[in-house]
Structures are given as structure tokens and as C-alpha cells.
């Protein structure tokens, strides 16, 4: 039977038979049910809104996606898990200073996240392609390839140039992440406490509008609650939140509320649900505290954003940060000794304060409640891979078939797995390409 993989369909079978080995280890399921579940998987247009590149070595000689890698997102792990498209994020981080000492680093950086994604593209033309519209999302697919998509997460290496996002539109970005983990020149971030321009500041407004006229994707993750508001309505196309996830299910900042899930309905937007364990499900307060006051007694300083133990969280090294400096035989014998007690010490904790971190099961409820909340047509998958994302049954790429069993198992029609998986993106985009040529 043809279908989007055409000639490649045969080359196919090996790889999705090893996802199906995955899930069924997770969980048995019954042989009918994953054959419904593969052929809804192989047909649907497969999309996952934010992967992370890392460093400088991306897509060099160093650190080659085309092949087998250590990375969650890479070629090899996206056609064995049946994914068709990925948006590589080309992320920077900020600066206090918003000011142009600040910006033209930043913005350099953004520039050759962007060139190393372009050249991803040109180091594997039979393996991959870059995507600049939807219509090309879906002329690439049915080649077999995977498609290559551009974000930018931050709008600090924008700086105050509104001509900054020319370049980054030209160089393939169709959507870039207003803010991140603090307040910059743009809009108020969901991490500190305090408020900077309550919401979207004036420029902010204007890069909306100039994002709009580009036709480039406005992303609200990792925004305050008023930015959100405000960029609602400020835009005149849906917005989208690349990667994020239900604040009734789990109490992170950067979480979505009822209303604004609900609002995403009436906007056209979507929600791209994030599979980042620590957004997904809370530690309980009292292990977080009795955790960090050992960790303090033992000297050992803080746990670096994770919820769960070693998952979640981004860490300075893998955001492309300096590696600490080696320790002296002396203090590794010091540290060994206090890790030793440390894991010794948790185990009153777990007793205590039983916490099993995020799975799939969480990850696929998080899409039932966004779904309740907003409708079928409003949520998509934003994974986070490669910047903290990664939970037990659907840790890497090459397990994305994973997913649509749990759909499946939940009563998901093939209607409605094509749209979480990419349909309602595709839909979202065309709609920024309209009101951008209006
Ligand atoms: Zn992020």
C-alpha cells in the first residue's frame, strides 16, 4: 500500500520494528493495537516543535546528526522512530544587560546556531532537507527525508533592531521564543518573581507585528502569564507555545493555565506539549526541601532545576557552557565520600517522600488535559530534547512510535493522532503565512 515513505516504505520496517520492541518492553500491548497504532504513525505527518543544537560543533566533523549519535534528536534516531520533522532551536542564552554590549554576541550566536542548522542540511541532501513553509513540510515528507525546521529561542539576540529578524527569517527560522528563563528587552519571562515591563514591553509589541508581517510563528514558552495575554492580543496570526505543558497537572511557572489553554481555541494557536519530566510532574514540596537542606548539611550546594533525580533541568554543559575545572585527587576522594553519603542518606527521603519522576503515561496525560481544556485542534508535541527533555518511554527520537500506542490505547481516532502530531501546526503555520501576506 503506498504511503508517505513511497520507495522507502521497505527500508522502513527494521527501524519501526525497533520502537515496537521499545513499547513493548514499556508496556505489552496487543499485537492489533500496534498495528493500528504503526499504520496511523506511518501515514500522519510527524512533527516535534523544539530540539536543542548545543555548542558550536553541531553539525561538524565533532558532532554529526547524520549519523549515530549520543543526542536524542539525530537522522538515524528520527527515521527509526518514524519522526518527519524536527525545529532545531537555536537557542542563546542572555546577558543581564540589555543593552547593545549584550545584544551583538548574542546575536552572533543565534546567526551561527542558525548557519549550523542550514548546514545540517547541505552535509546530508539525501537525508534531509530544510523546511521553509508548510507546503514544503509535506512535498519532503513524502520523499522519505526528514525535514529540517528553524527556531530561535530568545528574542535577546534580537536586540532593539527589528531588522535582526530579516536575517534570522532568511536564514529558515519560522518561529521564534519571545523570551526565556529571564526578562529581556521583549517581554516578561514566567521565572522571576517580579515583573519588568508587565508583560510585553513596546518593542516587544512591534517585533510581534514585524513577526507577523514576516510570517514567523510568535512562541510564547517560557513567558509570563501577561506576556502571553499581551501577545495575544497583539498578534494578528495564532500564536504558539513550542514546548510546554498544563499547569493543573503540574505547577511550573511556565506552565499553561485553564484560561489560557482555553484561550488557544479562540486565538487558533497551539500548545506543543513539552516532555521535560521536572514540567510535567511536581516533586512534592516537602522531598524538594528535605533534599536540598541535605544536600546543604553534606555541602554538596544546589540540584540545578531538576524534579526528578538527574532528570529534567538544563544544565550550564549541556546548554554548551564551560565544563567545570577537574578536581584534585583529594577533593574527588571528598566528593566521593559525600556523594556515598548523600545516596545513602536519600534513601530515608524515598522512604519518606516516595517521588517517581514523569513518564510517557505523564507526558500523554498532560496531551489529555490540553486537549479537554483547548480542543482537539489546539495541542501538538514540543519534545525538548537535547535541552532537558527526555522521560521513560519516550527518551529519545527513535521512540516517538511510543506515543501514538499511548494515543491509541486512549482512544484516539487516526484523525486526531494526525492532527496532535503535526496537523495542527501545519494548520497554525499556514495561518501565519496568510495573515503575513495580507
Ligand atoms: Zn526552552
Known amino acids: 500500500m503506498p504511503n508517505k515513505y513511497g520507495v522507502f516504505a521497505i527500508a522502513l520496517v527494521v527501524p519501526l520494528a525497533l520502537g515496537v520492541a521499545l513499547s513493548a518492553r514499556q508496556a505489552p500491548a496487543d499485537a492489533a493495537l500496534l498495528a493500528k497504532a504503526k499504520a496511523i504513525h506511518e501515514k500522519a505527518i510527524t512533527l516535534d516543535t523544539h530540539v536543542d543544537i548545543g555548542g558550536a560543533d553541531y553539525a561538524t566533523e565533532k558532532l554529526d546528526p547524520g549519523g549515530p549519535t549520543s543526542r536524542k534528536c539525530d537522522l538515524p534516531k528520527m527515521k527509526a522512530g518514524g519522526l518527519d520533522g524536527v525545529f532545531l532551536a537555536a537557542y542563546v542564552g542572555q546577558r543581564p544587560d540589555l543593552t547593545a554590549a549584550g545584544f551583538k554576541p548574542a546575536y552572533n550566536q543565534a546567526i551561527a546556531g542558525l548557519e549550523a542548522i542550514n548546514r545540517l542540511t547541505k552535509m546530508h541532501p539525501e537525508l534531509c532537507e530544510l523546511g521553509r513553509s508548510p507546503a514544503d513540510v509535506e512535498r519532503i515528507a ?3 527525508k526528514r525535514v529540517i525546521l528553524a527556531g530561535v529561542e530568545n528574542g535577546y539576540p534580537m536586540g532593539d533592531d527589528l531588522a535582526n529578524l530579516k536575517a534570522f527569517y532568511d536564514l529558515g ?4 521564543t519571545l523570551v526565556h528563563g529571564s526578562h529581556n528587552q521583549l517581554a516578561d519571562s514566567s521565572g522571576p518573581a517580579e515583573p519588568m515591563h508587565n508583560g510585553l514591553s513596546e518593542l516587544g509589541k512591534k517585533t510581534v507585528a514585524e513577526m507577523n508581517r514576516l510570517g514567523m510563528m510568535v ?3 517560557h513567558a509570563s502569564a501577561k506576556s502571553y495575554w499581551d501577545a495575544i ?5 495564532p500564536i504558539i507555545e513550542s514546548h510546554s505543558g498544563c499547569k493543573a497537572l503540574s505547577p511550573n511557572g511556565r506552565n499553561l493555565d485553564d484560561d489560557q489553554l482555553k484561550a488557544l481555541a479562540k486565538n487558533g494557536g497551539v500548545i506543543q506539549i513539552v516532555a521535560l519530566a521536572a514540567y510535567l510532574k511536581a516533586e512534592p514540596p516537602e522531598r524538594t526541601a528535605a533534599i536540598q537542606a541535605l544536600r546543604t548539611e553534606l555541602g554538596m550546594g544546589g540540584r540545578g532545576g531538576g524534579g526528578g533525580r538527574g532528570a529534567g533541568g538544563q544544565s550550564a554543559q549541556a546548554r554548551g557552557g564551560t565544563p ?3 578536581l584534585t585527587p583529594e577533593q574527588q576522594a571528598d566528593a566521593d565520600k559525600r556523594r556515598a553519603a548523600y545516596q545513602e542518606r536519600l534513601k530515608e527521603i524515598d522512604a519518606k ?3 517517581q519522576s514523569a513518564t510517557l503515561k ?3 496525560d498532560h496531551i489529555d488535559y490540553a486537549v479537554k481544556m483547548a480542543g482537539i485542534d489546539h495541542v501538538g508535541i514540543g519534545t525538548d530534547f537535547d535541552g532537558g527533555g527526555g522521560i521513560p518511554g519516550f527518551n529519545d527520537h527513535s521512540e516517538a512510535l511510543n506515543v501514538t500506542v499511548e494515543l491509541v490505547k486512549r482512544g484516539y481516532t487516526e484523525q486526531q493522532i494526525t ?3 503535526g496537523g495542527n501546526l501545519l494548520r497554525v503555520w499556514r495561518d501565519v503565512e496568510k495573515a503575513a501576506k495580507k
Open 142 to 144: 513524502k520523499t522519505g
Open 173 to 176: 527560522t519560522r518561529y521564534m
Open 219 to 221: 512562541d510564547l514558552s
Open 233 to 237: 492580543a497583539t498578534s494578528k496570526a
Open 324 to 326: 567545570p575545572t577537574p
Open 353 to 355: 517522600y516516595p517521588f
Open 362 to 364: 505523564d507526558f500523554v
Open 419 to 421: 492532527k496532535i502530531w
